[in-house]
């Protein structure tokens, strides 16, 4: 008897809040409840989610970077259908497989010079453990470095070149030795840490995602990648969320005509369906990991080529060559940055707006009248991020826009829709964000009313706001 799992999805949909708290994650269900982002969804497509009573929410989250695509793009959903329809062999392990051959050389084509050979996992943080591995094993060095609030992930390896060690490490201690952090965007700082000629790796993310999308100097990895040349550390650039095409480039990389030794890419490699990754590096290391024959199997993972991970891969480049999702994520993210920073000119609240393509934060500041001043500091002597949270929460009931602040800093709001969006889903979201920070001038207005019962709910269920933020933000989401 075949299983109807379109039935199982519905009979389970109405407690699924109530089964997560029983077997999945009961303190981030807690966390869902209070701050009113539990919402019964039931279907999704391109940028909107659409809960069981109908209504429909704009997503500009894109699953932390996973969905560039959008929801179900229907070209991926239909490569994966039929590959499910055929007896290809899958997962011998003994074997040679065309199309993880197939998705390797697609990458191949579109990455920087110099970068020949690919391998597979399932998730950013393994991509980034492999490249740590990797990176020690080819150059006989054990240190490691990555930069001060960067986010590589949260398995042990990941975990060790935390940018927050306070937020993450705590409990887990000790981690990988050998794992230092350097004050990102400072080259000065970057070349002290070089300078004894042992440091296997310096790995850093383009532009820094939890940390709220900062994106550095125009010269900093250049002459990063310049000094790593010199003092023979390896430079590998973290692309999991930068990474296919959320920048305005397929890569980060090519904005400052970067050749790193390695790059990781995971998220939006599958489509947003599937667990995939992939670490690109050069042929000089590949060899010196794989140096003979008893060797030739000193890295592998089960899962790291099946069939529908390299399917969703390869419909993936597909879709966003054919769509011209790159070069939409260009388009619209300079149309975006130019509308929030019409915005910025018009509401103190709003510090600075940042990003690249369709990867754009605002983040949230000291306003300069009496009265506003008076409001954000309210809001900061209540608890850190409360500010960032409220409008969080008046996006979603006010307006059905899915987003959230950085987790590396709760002032910071992340505007990242799916690659696929268009000028309308721009302007919905503008014109909301306008309309929230509006009514964030009067302590009295309607959002310090949600904040009030923010504070409340919180007491209720005996969770401190500064818990509430991290578990909102700081979020245990996977590196997919």
Known sequence: MALNVDRLFLENLPQKF?????????????????????????RAQGCYVYDADGHRYLDFLSGYRVLNLGHNHPVVRQALADALMLDWPNMLQMDASPLSAALARELVRRAPAGLELVRFGNSGSEAVEMAMKFSRRATGRSKLLAAESAYHG??????????QPEMWQPGFRPVVPDCGLVPFNDVAALETMLRNRDVAAFIVEPIQGEAGIVVPSD???????????????????????TGLGRTGKF???????????MICLAK???????????????????LKVFDNIDNCVIHFSTFEANNLAMVAGLATLHVLDSEGLVENSARLGALLLERLKELQRRHEFIAEVRGRGLFVAVRFGT???????????????????????????????????????????PDVLDCTPPLVATEAEVDYFVNALDQVLQGCKDVLGPVWEMGTDL???????????????RAAAGRPHSRL
């Open 18 to 42: 109530d089964l997560a708290d029983r077997y999945f994650n009961p303190t981030f269900v807690q966390a869902l409840k209070i701050i009113g982002l539990d919402k019964p969804y039931q």
């Open 154 to 163: 949260l398995t042990y390896g990941a975990l060790s070149l935390s940018g």
């Open 219 to 241: 010269d900093y990895l250049p002459r990063a990648q310049e000094l790593c040349r010199a003092h023979g550390t390896l430079f590998v650039l973290d692309e999991v969320q």
């Open 251 to 261: 890569l980060a990389a090519e904005h400052w005509n970067l050749e790193p030794d």
């Open 268 to 286: 939006a490699l599958s489509g947003g369906f599937v667990p995939v990754s992939a670490t690109l590096m050069r042929r000089s290391i590949f």
């Open 367 to 409: 306003p300069r009248t009496l009265q506003q001043k008076m409001s954000w500091k309210l809001a900061r002597e209540t608890a850190e991020g409360f500010f960032g949270q409220c409008i969080v929460m008046a996006l979603m009931k006010h307006h059905r826009i899915i987003t959230q602040t950085a987790g590396h800093d």
């Open 455 to 469: 504070m409340k709910r919180s007491m209720e269920n005996g969770v401190a706001l500064p818990s509430l933020q």
